[in-house]
């Protein structure tokens, strides 16, 4: 069915341009670019579809069989339901146009048309994933698209640090991977369901172990999505082009884990104690994430950091109960989120360096950039009537409707909110106005690059707009997703208002200060110079600034404590091997040879023993034998006689 | 012609014995000489006393024939043999073979007991009478009844004399 | 007859033996055919003395001793020659060193 092309495409311009690509040189980005067209225009048809009110209860699927085995069968199906045309429709268009950004981001590179054929490779992985419909489907395209990432942070890997970027990014995903892996693997064993539409029919059929399956398939998520603990390779993995940062580790990759959550919400519903770990875990991420980014000085390490915040910040939405809040976030925050990378791409390939200490007032020179990234930021901070600000809105209604009443989720969530203004507004500062502090010469980029960035600019200011209440809150509907009821367990689902959009103006007072004092303070602070904080304060704030602005020295202690006694087991093995095995090994030459050896031994004084012996006796017995042979008639002629004799006697006596 | 009887009897006897004892002397002779043309004469000796012996047997044509042969022909031809091939008599080589003792003793093992027996055993016990073959008798046998091996006999005598020839005649240059 | 027949045998058992007993260990050639020549002789005697004992009127006695005169006229005449050539090859006739076929 079309369904199944919608990864296909883009998997046919992979094996085109992993083959034909050095010839096509230059017109590689057209065999990807057409592809994906080709999937962009088949998700609005999907969306057509679910339009249609038949398709409201029975998306529309494809299934196959792909193992049989035993009595049992697996069976692979993929699934356009509204949460996954969704993410369909946000992984192509925004794709699209950063891939587009691509064309001229990349031009020049002696690798063109492998970093097209990686990126298709990613869009056909990314694409089966959001449409898979079976836990080891989704599965094996999460192993997909981990792959193309650690292809693409390494795609210059000429440069050590890029490669090492691309080993850590691996293996930290790696280690979350396990726990999707494991949550798989009880639910298979524990009699629970692995296909999706089986887990929203039954999620009660894994019974008590479902608590404990959500909390190892979000601990894949956790991976995959740079939460707190494993968020350690996001940062490493700007070392990889712009437009990578900005498709994968801002809009499509990293949102696969808030996606998966979203997806197996049954089963969180299921065992609600896992939405406590999911809560605590995006709290802790967003708020800790915020402040480093309000450190950092490099653009890129910023926005990495603010993607860590924002991913936590949906996870604090869905750890609260509120499915829709979560992904009505990851949309918005796909949009202002890449366009922000795609100006920092523009802006670093135009002062080839990502040092915000060093620029200033590039606005003059790239206003097209400048105005970009500004709407997106200010879309990020909550900006009404832009993106950021309705679905930061509901993130933070979910956070205040939480059935469990956790009150610190909602003024951590606060917090955060504020601080992601103050970062993000202190980053456009920097870059765009005041005065050059580098050389200031930069020139705005070409239409390849500026065309996507007013693109993406729109759907920032608009994208919010779809479930406004002039709507009637139709993206929620649409979504349709499970909802945590606020007393009992039981799961409701649509549009229950304890946790929707809109809890009293109470909360929309609290986003606009939110947003405004970021702005504001940032402003002060780095458009106008002015000190925020007291001399004592400021002089007593040192060390926790230093701190944090190490990143709390999570990867040192990670080093230390993980990495190099790692490696010192590595080590001592590689010399066990080497003296035991080969040892072993050699031993065994050893012995063989020693038997040879004695079988040697054996061979000649024993077998060769015997038959020389053999000879020698025969050799013997002729020699004495042959004594009798003298030549010599007269002898002969004398033993003839005394035989004759003999018989003679022995005829005479009748003994013969 | 008879035996005689009478007195003429025991002289005969006497000289039998005297031929006998000549004829082992020539034997003995013609054995342990070393130097051959004694012994060659040692074995004319023997050869002449069986022809006598013969006489004494009424055997006289055989005597005559063994007389003729043997010491006409067959003597003259060792005689021949002895002095074509040097060394007649050599002191340093000695005559006896290695194995002499041996022989000596076989050989005088079987003339004991040969005698022994044939002294002991009872001959003429049964039928058996004493018979003079005329010579007749013998001349019809020999075209007679023995004519198969008397002819090979020819043939025989004919194969030595060229087989001798061919052995014995010097070597073309 | 005028001993008895067994001393006439006797005489040619002694004569026999004799004659073996050159052929035996006689180291010159030509005194062992003489040796030979010995026996057959004493062979001769038995055969001529038993016939004139207890003959049977073809004469079988004599005829075989005529025979054996002749085949030892033939053997003589052979073994001289084998002698002849044997000399002069090995300028030899010890019988003891004529051992070609020595094993």
């Known amino acids: 069915m079309l369904l199944s092309l919608i990864p296909l495409l883009p998997l046919a311009a992979f094996v085109i341009l992993i083959f034909f690509g050095r010839r096509l040189g230059k017109f590689s980005p057209l065999v990807s ?43 692979f199906a993929l699934l356009a339901d509204p949460l996954a045309v969704t993410m369909c429709l946000v992984v192509t268009v ?170 197996a919400f049954p089963l969180f519903l299921a065992g609600p104690e896992a939405l406590q770990v999911v809560g605590a875990t995006g709290a802790v991420t967003t708020f800790f994430a915020a402040t480093i980014a309000c450190t950092q000085t490099d653009l890129k390490k910023i926005l990495a950091y603010s993607t860590i915040s924002q991913l936590g910040f949906m996870m604090l939405a869905l750890g609260c109960g509120a ?46 950039t400048g105005a970009t990234f500004l709407i997106a930021a200010f879309a990020m901070a909550g900006v009404p009537p832009l993106a950021g600000f309705w679905s930061k809105e509901a993130v933070l209604a979910a956070a205040a409707g939480d059935p469990l009443g956790r009150g610190w989720l909602l003024w951590t969530a606060a917090a955060t909110a504020g601080l992601t203004a103050f970062y993000i507004t202190r980053a456009g500062i920097l870059i765009f106005l005041g005065s050059p502090r580098g050389n200031g010469q930069a020139h705005e980029s070409s239409w390849t690059m500026t065309v996507p960035l007013i693109f993406l600019a729109l759907g920032a200011v608009g994208i919010g707009w779809i479930n406004g209440p002039w709507t ?60 925020l904080l007291p001399e004592r304060l400021r002089r007593a704030g040192q060390p926790i600034y230093r701190v944090i602005a190490n990143k709390y020295f999570i990867d040192e202690l990670y080093e230390a404590v993980l990495i190099r006694p790692f490696l010192a087991i590595s080590r001592a093995l590689f010399r066990f091997d080497q003296r035991g095995v080969d040892g072993a090994v050699n031993g065994a030459g050893l012995a063989g040879l020693w038997v040879s050896r004695f079988k040697g031994w054996v061979d000649r004084r024993i077998v060769d023993g015997a038959v020389n012996g053999a000879a020698a006796v025969t050799g013997w017995l002729g020699a004495g034998v042959r004594g009798l042979q003298t030549g010599w008639v007269q002898h002969y002629l004398l033993i003839a006689v005394v035989g004759g004799m003999v018989l003679l006697l022995l005829l005479i006596r009748g003994w013969a | 012609m008879s035996d005689p009887v009478g007195p003429l009897e025991w002289a005969a006897k006497a000289a ?82 290695r194995q002499a003792v041996g022989a000596a003793l076989a050989c005088g093992a079987l003339a004991v007991g040969l005698v022994a027996a044939v002294l002991r055993a009872p001959w003429l016990a049964g039928a058996g009478k004493e018979f003079t073959l005329p010579l007749e008798a013998l001349g019809r046998g020999l075209l007679g009844r023995y004519l198969l091996p008397f002819e090979l006999l020819s043939l025989l005598l004919l194969g030595a004399l060229i087989g001798a020839l061919h052995i014995a005649r010097k070597e073309k240059e | 007859m005028i001993v008895p027949v067994s001393h006439v045998a006797a005489l040619s058992a002694g004569l026999f033996a004799l004659g073996l007993f050159g052929a035996l ?19 001769n005697l038995n055969f001529v003395a038993f016939s004139r004992a207890q003959g049977d009127g073809s004469g079988m006695g004599q005829a075989a001793a005529l025979f054996v005169i002749g085949v030892a006229a033939a053997g003589a005449a052979v073994g001289l020659a084998l002698m002849l050539a044997i000399y002069r090859h090995r300028r030899t006739i010890a019988a003891d060193e004529i051992d070609l076929l020595k094993g």
């Open chain 1, 94 to 263: 925004i794709g699209w146009g950063i891939m587009l950004y691509s064309v001229g981001y990349m031009k020049g590179d002696p690798r063109y048309s492998r970093f097209f054929a990686y990126l298709s490779l990613f869009f056909a992985s990314m694409l089966t994933l959001v449409l898979a419909d079976h836990l080891v489907l989704l599965y094996i395209a999460w192993e997909g698209v981990g792959l193309c990432s650690y292809l693409l942070i390494s795609f210059w890997f000429e440069k050590p640090a890029a490669a090492a970027a691309g080993k850590k990014a691996f293996l930290t995903t790696r280690v979350g991977d396990l726990g999707l892996l494991l949550g798989i693997l009880l639910l298979a064993l524990k009699g629970g369901e692995l296909s999706f539409r089986g887990l929203a029919a039954h999620p009660e059929a894994v019974g008590p172990w479902a608590a404990l399956a959500a909390v190892l398939l979000f601990w894949g998520a956790v991976g995959k999505s740079a939460q707190f603990p494993l968020h350690v390779w996001l940062p490493d993995a700007m070392e990889g082009p712009t437009a990578v940062s900005a498709l994968i580790h801002a809009a499509t990759m990293v949102a696969a884990g808030v996606y998966l959550t979203a997806r």
């Open chain 2, 16 to 97: 039998f014995y005297c031929v006998a004892a000549l004829t082992l002397l020539g034997g003995w002779f013609a054995v342990s000489q070393r130097n051959l043309f004694r012994a060659a004469l040692g074995l004319a000796l023997a050869l002449f006393g069986v022809a006598v012996l013969y006489l004494f047997l009424q055997a006289e044509f055989l005597a005559v024939a063994q007389l003729l042969v043997y010491v006409g022909a067959i003597l003259m031809l060792i005689i021949f043999g002895v002095m074509l091939t040097a060394g007649i008599a050599d002191p340093a080589v000695p005559r006896w073979n």
């Open chain 1, 323 to 368: 499915a829709f809040a979560g992904m009505f976030h990851l949309v918005t925050h796909a949009a202002f989120k890449a366009l922000l990378f795609l100006c920092a791409g523009s802006v670093i390939h135009a002062v080839h360096h990502q040092d915000v200490t060093r620029m200033g007032g590039l606005l003059r020179s790239m206003p097209i």
């Open chain 3, 25 to 43: 260990a006689r180291r010159n050639g030509i005194g062992i055919l003489i040796s030979i020549e010995l026996m057959l002789n004493a062979a």
């Open chain 1, 472 to 531: 009637g809150h139709a993206f929620e509907r649409f979504l349709h997703l499970p909802v945590w009821a606020a007393a009992g367990h039981g799961a409701a689902h649509g549009t229950g208002h304890g946790a929707g959009v809109g809890h009293g103006p109470g909360l929309l007072i609290l986003s606009l200060v939110l947003a405004g004092g970021g702005i504001g303070l940032a402003f002060l602070r780095y458009g106008l110079g002015v000190q």
């Open chain 1, 33 to 75: 670019l057409t592809a994906l067209m080709g999937s962009v225009l088949l998700s609005f048809s999907m969306l057509g579809l679910l339009q249609d009110a038949r398709f409201a209860h029975t998306p529309p699927t494809v299934a196959w069989n792909w193992i049989l085995f035993g009595g049992r069968r697996l069976t």
